[in-house]
C-alpha cells in the first residue's frame, strides 16, 4: 500500500501485441477509476529463448517491493518461460501477497483460465454440420504442445460423430505463426493430395497464412476452401476475407478479473478458479457474412502513417545512438537520453555505473539493481534528476504521477548485465510499444557499449 492506496503489480510481456494489450488496458482502467495505483511491468520478449537478452530483460520481474504490493497479477500465458513465472509467483509467496495467473492455471495461485474448447468445437460443428464439409483438413499449432493436442481431439471428437473418417495426413502442424503454416500449406495443396474443401485452423495468425497462401494459388476463399481459425486478433478481423473464428469479450472479461482481485486485497474467502469463455464470430472465410464494412482509406492512412513513424524512430534513435558513442562522461550521456525519453517518464539506472566499468555484478536473479537508483524524471518538457530508493521503485515525482494513470516499466539492460528501467505514465493503448522499443534498443546498445569499452 502506498499513501493509503492499493497497490497492485501486473506481470505481463507481448504489449506490442493489440490483442493482448486490449485486455491489459481494460484491467488497467477498471483498477484506476477504483483509485489504486497499478506498475505494469512488462519484459520485451516472451523470454522462451532464454537467450542473454531475455536474461536480462527477465529482470523487471525482480523489481516489485512486495512490502508495498497488495496484490500480484501475472498474465502467465506471455511469459513463455515456466523459470520466469515461477520465479515471479515464488518472491510474492514468500511475502504473502496474493497472486492471480491469467492464461496458465498454477498450484497455489488464483487462477483465471480462458476456456477455448467449447468455442472451438462450436467452430468445428459450424463447418461440418451447418457447411457440409466432410473433405476438412486441420491446421495445429505445436506438436505435443497440450492446447494443439487438445484441439486437435476435439477436431478429431466432432469428425466421429458425424461419421466422417479422419485421415491423418490431412493434419499439420503450423506452430502458430505464418512460416511453418506455409509449408504445411505446401503438403496440403500438392497436387497428388486431394485438395480439402476446409482448413480449420487453430489460431487466426494461421488462418491468415492459410487464405494468403491460397489467394496466391488463385484459389477462392470461401468459395473453393472455407477457412476458420480461433482468437480474434485484429489482424483476423481486418484481413480480406475477414476470418470466422472466436473472441473474448475484454470489457466483461476484465471486470471479472479486477472483482477478482479487489475482494482478494479485501480478504475475502474467494474460489481459487475462474473460467472465461469465447464466443464465436462468423465472418467472411466461412461464407456466413457477404461484406466488410470498414474505412479501407483511413486503415491505409494508419498504416502510411505508421510506417512514416517507425521510419522516424529508426532515423532518431540511430543519432541518439551516435551521439552517445562520442559522450565521454555517464552524465552527459543522460543529459542526451533526457532529451529523448518519452514525456511523463523516468528513467532509473543503477548509481555504481561508470564508462568502462561495466561488470557482471548486475545480472538477473545476482543483484539487478542496487539500492539507490539515480533517476531521470520527465514531465511536460521539465528534467528532474535526483536519487530514487529502490525500496520505492518509483521517484517521489513519479508516484505524483501514477495517482491515476498506470506506470509501465521496461527494463533497460545489455545481454544479460542490467542497467536499470524506463518508467511511462500513460494509458497502455496510448503507449506507441514500436517506439518505446526502439528507444530502448538503441540506449541498450549504445549505453552498453559505452559501459563496456
Same mark, same amino acid.
Given at each position: 500500500?502506498?499513501?493509503?492506496?492499493?497497490?497492485?503489480?501486473?506481470?505481463?510481456?507481448? =504489449?506490442?501485441?493489440?490483442?493482448?494489450?486490449?485486455?491489459?488496458?481494460?484491467?488497467?482502467?477498471?483498477?484506476?477509476?477504483?483509485?489504486?495505483?497499478?506498475?505494469?511491468?512488462? %519484459?520485451?520478449?516472451?523470454?522462451?529463448?532464454?537467450?542473454?537478452?531475455?536474461?536480462?530483460?527477465?529482470?523487471?520481474?525482480?523489481?516489485?517491493?512486495?512490502?508495498?504490493?497488495?496484490?500480484?497479477?501475472?498474465? %502467465?500465458?506471455?511469459?513463455? %518461460?515456466?523459470?520466469?513465472?515461477?520465479?515471479?509467483?515464488?518472491?510474492?509467496?514468500?511475502?504473502?501477497?496474493?497472486?492471480?495467473?491469467?492464461?496458465?492455471?498454477?498450484?497455489?495461485?488464483?487462477?483465471?483460465?480462458?476456456n477455448m474448447d467449447d468455442a472451438f468445437e462450436k467452430v468445428v460443428r459450424h463447418v461440418v454440420e451447418y457447411h457440409g464439409m466432410k473433405e476438412i483438413n486441420f491446421m495445429s499449432g505445436i506438436q505435443g504442445d497440450p492446447i494443439s493436442e487438445q484441439r486437435l481431439?476435439?477436431?478429431?471428437?466432432?469428425?466421429?460423430?458425424?461419421?466422417?473418417?479422419?485421415?491423418?495426413?490431412?493434419?499439420?502442424?503450423?506452430?502458430?505463426?505464418?512460416?511453418?503454416?506455409?509449408?504445411?500449406?505446401?503438403?496440403?495443396?500438392?497436387?497428388?493430395?486431394?485438395?480439402?474443401?476446409?482448413?480449420?485452423?487453430?489460431?487466426?495468425?494461421?488462418?491468415?497464412?492459410? *487464405?494468403?497462401?491460397?489467394?496466391?494459388?488463385?484459389?477462392?476463399?470461401?468459395?473453393?476452401? =472455407?477457412?476458420?481459425?480461433?482468437?480474434?486478433?485484429?489482424?483476423?478481423?481486418?484481413?480480406?476475407?475477414?476470418?470466422?473464428?472466436?473472441?473474448?469479450?475484454?470489457?466483461?472479461?476484465?471486470?471479472?478479473?479486477?472483482?477478482?482481485?479487489?475482494?482478494?486485497?479485501?480478504?475475502?474467502?474467494?474460489?481459487?478458479?475462474?473460467?472465461?469463455?469465447?464466443?464465436?464470430?462468423?465472418?467472411?472465410? *466461412?461464407? *456466413?457474412?457477404?461484406?466488410?464494412?470498414?474505412?479501407?482509406?483511413?486503415?491505409?492512412?494508419?498504416?502510411?502513417?505508421?510506417?512514416?513513424?517507425?521510419?522516424?524512430?529508426?532515423?532518431?534513435?540511430?543519432?541518439?545512438?551516435?551521439?552517445?558513442?562520442?559522450?565521454?562522461?555517464?552524465?552527459?550521456?543522460?543529459?542526451?537520453?533526457?532529451?529523448?525519453?518519452?514525456?511523463?517518464?523516468?528513467? *532509473?539506472?543503477?548509481?555504481?555505473?561508470?564508462?568502462?566499468?561495466?561488470?557482471?555484478?548486475?545480472?538477473?536473479?545476482?543483484?539487478?539493481?542496487?539500492?539507490?537508483?539515480?533517476?531521470?524524471?520527465?514531465?511536460?518538457?521539465?528534467?528532474?534528476?535526483?536519487?530514487?530508493?529502490?525500496?520505492?521503485?518509483?521517484?517521489?515525482?513519479?508516484?505524483?504521477?501514477?495517482?491515476?494513470?498506470?506506470?509501465?516499466?521496461?527494463?533497460?539492460?545489455?545481454?544479460?548485465?542490467?542497467?536499470?528501467?524506463?518508467?511511462?505514465?500513460?494509458?497502455?493503448?496510448?503507449?506507441?510499444?514500436?517506439?518505446?522499443?526502439?528507444?530502448?534498443?538503441?540506449?541498450?546498445?549504445?549505453?552498453?557499449?559505452?559501459? %563496456?569499452?
Amino acid at each position: 500500500m502506498h499513501n493509503g492506496k492499493n497497490v497492485i503489480g501486473i506481470c505481463t510481456a507481448e =504489449l506490442e501485441q493489440p490483442f493482448h494489450a486490449k485486455l491489459v488496458e481494460r484491467v488497467v482502467k477498471e483498477l484506476t477509476v477504483g483509485g489504486d495505483y497499478v506498475l505494469v511491468l512488462s %519484459s520485451d520478449s516472451d523470454l522462451y529463448s532464454q537467450s542473454e537478452s531475455d536474461l536480462g530483460d527477465a529482470a523487471i520481474y525482480d523489481l516489485p517491493n512486495y512490502d508495498i504490493v497488495d496484490a500480484v497479477l501475472i498474465f %502467465s500465458a506471455t511469459i513463455r %518461460s515456466q523459470k520466469n513465472v515461477m520465479e515471479i509467483v515464488n518472491r510474492a509467496r514468500a511475502e504473502d501477497v496474493p497472486i492471480i495467473s491469467v492464461g496458465m492455471e498454477i498450484e497455489g495461485c488464483y487462477n483465471v483460465i480462458y476456456n477455448m474448447d467449447d468455442a472451438f468445437e462450436k467452430v468445428v460443428r459450424h463447418v461440418v454440420e451447418y457447411h457440409g464439409m466432410k473433405e476438412i483438413n486441420f491446421m495445429s499449432g505445436i506438436q505435443g504442445d497440450p492446447i494443439s493436442e487438445q484441439r486437435l481431439n476435439i477436431f478429431k471428437q466432432v469428425l466421429d460423430e458425424n461419421d466422417i473418417l479422419f485421415e491423418e495426413d490431412r493434419v499439420g502442424y503450423g506452430e502458430f505463426w505464418q512460416g511453418p503454416t506455409i509449408e504445411v500449406m505446401k503438403r496440403f495443396m500438392h497436387p497428388s493430395k486431394v485438395p480439402p474443401e476446409a482448413i480449420i485452423c487453430a489460431n487466426d495468425s494461421m488462418a491468415v497464412a492459410v *487464405c494468403d497462401y491460397l489467394a496466391e494459388m488463385d484459389i477462392r476463399v470461401p468459395e473453393e476452401i =472455407l477457412v476458420t481459425g480461433i482468437d480474434g486478433i485484429d489482424e483476423g478481423k481486418l484481413h480480406f476475407p475477414a476470418i470466422t473464428t472466436a473472441v473474448r469479450d475484454e470489457v466483461n472479461d476484465a471486470k471479472k478479473i479486477v472483482d477478482l482481485i479487489k475482494r482478494l486485497v479485501a480478504g475475502q474467502r474467494i474460489s481459487h478458479h475462474l473460467t472465461l469463455g469465447y464466443h464465436m464470430q462468423l465472418s467472411q472465410s *466461412c461464407g *456466413c457474412q457477404k461484406h466488410q464494412i470498414f474505412d479501407q482509406v483511413r486503415l491505409l492512412r494508419k498504416l502510411n502513417d505508421d510506417k512514416a513513424l517507425r521510419v522516424a524512430d529508426i532515423r532518431r534513435y540511430a543519432d541518439m545512438e551516435g551521439v552517445i558513442l562520442k559522450k565521454e562522461s555517464l552524465d552527459d550521456i543522460l543529459d542526451v537520453v533526457a532529451g529523448l525519453m518519452p514525456e511523463n517518464s523516468f528513467l *532509473c539506472i543503477n548509481d555504481d555505473l561508470e564508462i568502462g566499468k561495466y561488470g557482471n555484478s548486475h545480472r538477473h536473479q545476482i543483484n539487478p539493481y542496487t539500492g539507490k537508483l539515480k533517476s531521470i524524471v520527465k514531465i511536460n518538457g521539465n528534467v528532474e534528476k535526483s536519487n530514487c530508493n529502490l525500496n520505492r521503485m518509483i521517484p517521489e515525482t513519479g508516484w505524483e504521477m501514477a495517482s491515476d494513470v498506470p506506470i509501465l516499466m521496461l527494463p533497460i539492460h545489455f545481454e544479460e548485465r542490467v542497467v536499470g528501467y524506463l518508467g511511462i505514465r500513460e494509458n497502455v493503448s496510448q503507449i506507441n510499444m514500436i517506439s518505446v522499443l526502439h528507444f530502448l534498443r538503441g540506449l541498450d546498445h549504445s549505453l552498453g557499449y559505452k559501459l %563496456s569499452e
